[in-house]
């Protein structure tokens, strides 16, 4: 395949613009500190004209725009600068979490789960063992990027078969696929929080009963749905489309001298099983905790039936998280002390270490981001907003699914200019989720109908993080694979994967299942 360097077509000149333009845009802090700015100015401005709503809440109290540079406001900004970043409402959770899954991931548990699952599985079944392995690796999304796309790639070469669409196939569950997964991990701990933070705005009470596991049922049977879509467009589509490859070529001669083929060794077999032995020892510990009566996690038995004790029980709102961690954590240590890659309490202190030194670009972010989130809460603007954009989509009449598409399809446009997930629902939550509720609709309904479009189009934008890498992966088989190659080359998976998720979810919102514990689809002042 040609990179396109000449005769470019409209398609090819639309990703060469959508690049252009992305990188034109500025890094996500500084985009952040402009938007608090921005903020900042436009309360003052509005505030002179003096916009009131009535608050939708039961007080039904008249909201007007604060002004954040008055007097009060400045002294305002200054005195909370600290509590906006130490408050800003991912921050503690996807830190906590990641100190557990960071030990599984720099241990080794992670990187030989993934390729002894998928080394194991049947040839027939490949593809969609590189899927779904690909859609669970979202737990520890560095190592997913890392290990699987050229696992992918010399395993579909060993079979005979074009290791460009190995690749794609274990990138397209990696990115594609990671909003789904059989279980909660960092991703859903940040938006979740996130979400709730914008909920409060329209009914703390609301808020307060909402927890992480808000879209767990159905990202969990996402899994299934994407694992057969993915099957489907690899074997059906993409690796038709490459064609036969040259396997004499000198790239595929260098991109063979790897030990990514090698099964794994007895002692990490070792390891594995005794990882997730203690896993399940763990899980089942941390049931206890909440299943049986009187345990010390449990709701209040008198709250309604069993189901809703434990759905509004401390584990499944603050106490998650930490299990979370807890679980990685321990399968990690066990794994990294069988395997020798842990010798000592230093290893893993190191390990904790690496990992938090890996998050320092989120914890810059989370500065600037807790600043325009709390300023924007402050001014009022987000309820302003949220309750004038109601009204104006209630008069256009766009409600119900077509609403939710809409939505869907502004956040895949905004998802080709802006890579961060969580940066881009920062900007999007305090101002959708309000709009969302005004029209009836849960702030879990929004935040799922995020999560669809973001990972349905990170494989086709190449402001994704790691979008490089994985040219540079298949650059070892082909030398002339460009962005526009690997777009190309990836665009099936996301308009399947978009179509089919989307339609999942409108059939889940017809049909009125909740989405995770406590998560319905309509909101209920």
Known sequence: MENGKKNKGFFQKFLDFVEWLGNK??????????????????????STFEISVEHPGEDQETVTIN??????????IFSSMTDNFINFAPLGVVLITMLGIGVAERSGLISAALRGFVLSIPKTLITAGLVFAGIMSSLASDAGYVVLPPLGAVLYLALGRHPLAGLATAFAGVSAGFSANLLLSGTDAMLAELSIQAASVIDPQYADGM?????????????????????????KIVEPRLGTYNADSEEATAATDTDEMNPLKPIEKKGLTWAIISMVVGALLALLLVVLPNSPMRGDDAVGSYMDTIVQSPFMSDGLVPIIAILFFIPGLVYGLITRSIKSDKDVANQMTE????????????????????????????????????????????????????????TAIVNLFIGSASAKWAMMAPIFVPIMMQLGYSPELTTMAYRVADSSTNIITPLMTYFAIIIAFAQQYNKNVGIGTLISVMLPYSIFFFVTWALMLIVWMLLGLPLGPNAPIEYTP
């Not at 002004?67 to 305002?76: A, K, P």
């Open 25 to 46: 845009l500025p890094h996500p802090v500084t985009l952040f500190a402009i938007l608090a700015l921005l903020t900042l100015v436009a309360s003052a401005i509005l």
């Open 67 to 76: 002004n954040l540079l008055d007097g009060e406001g400045v002294s305002y």
């Open 211 to 235: 927890n992480v596991a808000m879209n767990y049922f159905f990202i969990a049977a996402s899994v299934f749905l994407l694992t057969l879509v993915g099957w489907f467009v690899s074997d």
């Open 355 to 410: 990992t938090m030194a890996s998050m320092g670009m989120f914890i810059v972010l989370a500065f600037t981001a807790g600043q325009f989130v709390s300023y924007f809460a402050e001014s009022n603007m987000g309820l302003v907003i949220g309750v004038y954009g109601a009204e104006l989509l209630e008069t256009l009449k766009l409600t119900g699914i077509p609403l939710i598409i809409g939505f869907m399809l502004v």
